[in-house]
């Protein structure tokens, strides 16, 4: 990655104690270390899973956060939201009803007169802060990826733009607006023009071999055969522990791909030889071009670059 500009917030490193008891005064989730820690991944947050709905009632009642966050949170925290594109939506979708339900102690007149504009400076500040805790609770409920640390950094730096509208609700207006067209833009958009050429890639004959299951392959597969009426076969590779790739070969057959293939992710060499292209889910994109995926989405895409077969990046 670049290193002009400010430089990138590194993760933290759960086997550094002064870091982490830094880290612990910050947090807004108080969560119970898992009782069997895994030593190979000290470096990495080992917490028990968030699955009683006591605990969601006792963080409302205790915390005051918003309950689309508590939601959100507890979400992450369980795998029920997956996904890039997923956790990303959703993140926006929790923050949005924070800045529409977040009260306000001006009248809603103009900010000439200096009370107004006292108001209004004590409001952005309290809306920033609150955001800042509703945000923090995500994190300690389950690390943000680069998507939602990159949607953060947007609103963030909206709120800072728009501190100059008139009145709070202007304010609160312009945020929401500004958010749904980062919705509009930067993901249904993005995800639609993907979702195209993606599809154009695909020829009657071909072979696609994919791992797991991503929303983005899964969606260019089905324009494909749907939109573009093409003929084409597909190999699903699948691994533990969630063995996603089932239930992805599954909605194929069930949309009408006959022609597909289900293999665990051991066969994968023999998988290869009779494939053509390879187009596995990526989950960020970085400055200098390269890609954040699983590791056995890059032992797939490996495998496909050493017999010369073209891979999609399907983010």
Same mark, same amino acid.
């Given at each position: 990655m670049s290193t002009r500009g400010a430089r990138a917030k590194q993760r933290l490193q759960y086997d550094d104690p002064d870091a982490v008891a830094k880290a612990e @005064? %910050?947090?807004? /989730? @108080?969560?119970?270390?898992?009782?069997?820690?895994?030593?190979?991944?000290?470096?990495?947050?080992?917490? &028990?899973p968030l699955r009683s709905a006591s605990v969601r009632v006792s963080l409302a &009642?205790?915390?005051?956060?918003?309950?689309?966050?508590l939601q959100l949170g507890q979400q992450l925290a369980q795998g029920i939201i997956s996904g890039g594109t997923a956790r990303?939506?959703?993140?926006?979708?929790?923050? %949005?009803?924070?800045?529409a339900d977040f009260p306000s102690s001006s009248t809603g007149s103009s900010s000439t007169s200096p009370l107004e504009? &006292?108001?209004l400076v004590d409001d952005r500040r309290e809306l920033e802060r609150s955001l800042n805790r509703h945000i923090q609770f995500l994190v300690d409920s389950r690390p943000l990826s680069v998507a939602m640390g990159n949607a953060v950094?947007?609103?963030k730096s909206r709120l800072g733009i728009q501190s100059l509208a008139p009145t709070f609700r202007e304010l609160q207006r312009q945020l929401l607006n500004d958010i749904d067209a980062f919705i509009e833009e930067r993901i249904v958009f993005a995800l639609e023009t993907i979702f195209e050429a993606g599809a154009e890639r695909i020829r009657d004959g071909d072979?696609?071999?994919?791992?797991?299951?991503s929303y983005a392959v899964e969606s260019i597969l089905l324009r494909a055969m749907r939109k573009l @009426?093409? $003929?084409? $076969?597909?190999?699903?590779?699948?691994? $533990?522990?969630?063995? %996603?790739?089932?239930?992805?070969?599954?909605?194929?057959?069930?949309?009408?791909?006959?022609?597909?293939?289900?293999? /665990?992710?051991h066969a994968g060499a023999y998988a290869h030889s009779g494939s053509e292209s390879c187009p596995p889910g990526r989950r960020g994109l970085f400055q200098q071009r390269r890609c954040a995926r699983s590791r056995w989405n890059c032992q797939c895409g490996v495998s496909g670059e050493a017999r010369a077969y073209p891979s999609c990046r399907c983010l």
């Open positions: @005064k %910050r947090v807004v /989730l @108080k969560r119970a270390p898992a009782q069997r820690l895994v030593p190979l991944f000290a470096h990495l947050p080992q917490y &028990e &009642e205790t915390l005051g956060l918003h309950p689309s966050v990303v939506a959703a993140l926006l979708t929790a923050l %949005r009803e924070v800045i504009a &006292e108001h950094r947007f609103v072979v696609v071999l994919t791992y797991d299951a @009426k093409r $003929r084409f $076969r597909v190999i699903v590779l699948d691994s $533990r522990p969630r063995y %996603r790739g089932h239930a992805l070969a599954n909605r194929l057959l069930q949309h009408g791909i006959t022609h597909c293939t289900y293999s /665990l992710l």
